[in-house]
């Protein structure tokens, strides 16, 4: 029989028990609290996602929390049944776990759980596909718009994965809801900017491209998404070029290598490639447009109207004015 979950994490209010299930995902060991060391990790539920920092009993040591993160740690994306108090905390409001942490060291079964309460996704996948979709239809070219429909085609788990592990777009389908954000800014810049000539079809192209390696990053763990191995080793970029590398006898000379140099610079003035066409510098902008205002918006969400506060995402002060009627 599934165990009940009558918790959500929306239904989370400050200063109160939280006694529910919830998918543990993002562990990692903190130094500081009254062990020497902490856990802070991500809590998740169809509803959304909660910061919970995991203190220890009283009782317990520093050798207590490093089991119970290695524990966590190779259980990502798995249920937990959590024992908490909620709390604000420097405007955010978080769940703090300290006697309760027995129930931490194993996961529920799989099978004991219902599927539905935990899969989270904010945004329609079959509207962010049909949108990805009737993007690529734009290219006129048919070599191109056969090249990236083929990518994106081949491309497993495109529509399913994140776009990050804690920032931007970390949720199911947010992969492909920011290919769709890229590709739409991108081309209403170009529309807005009517004194420059672009490429259209290889805009497009690059802004659908720009960040296909992430499939690569993420392999499912339990109900959630994990960044594997392949991630911190190589990145996205060089996974992306493999990918689009198998498709090149589709283009003609020089198509090829513009839409590649999109894949290669789109991290802009940081990146080893820099920007080197007009096409390059539009994904660049539209990548960095919807990564920000994602990062901005979910460190908001955070925080009280009329309150300030440190965003993590954003890795800078926020603040949420008081809504207008
Ligand atoms: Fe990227
Ligand atoms: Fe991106």
Redesign the pocket.
Known sequence: MNIMKDLFISDIKPNTSVNSIFIVEAPSLRNGGRHGKYINCTLSDRTGKISCRIWGRNSGGAEEIERIFNGLNSNVGSVFHVFGESETYNNELLVRITDGVDSLTEPLNEESVSPENFEYTPFDIGKIRAGITSCILKIEDPSIRDFVGSIIGDADGFFEKP?ARKKHHAFRGGLAL??LE?AGIALTNRDRIESISFDRDILIAGAVL??IG?CRSFDRKGFGFSANASYSLLGHITPGVQMVERHRDKLENGVFEQILHIIQS?HGQYGEIKPQTIEAWAVHFA?NM??TLHEVSEDIERIGFGESGWGDKSGGPVFRPESRK
């Open positions: 776009a920011h290919t890229v720009h960040d992430k789109h990548d919807s990564a």
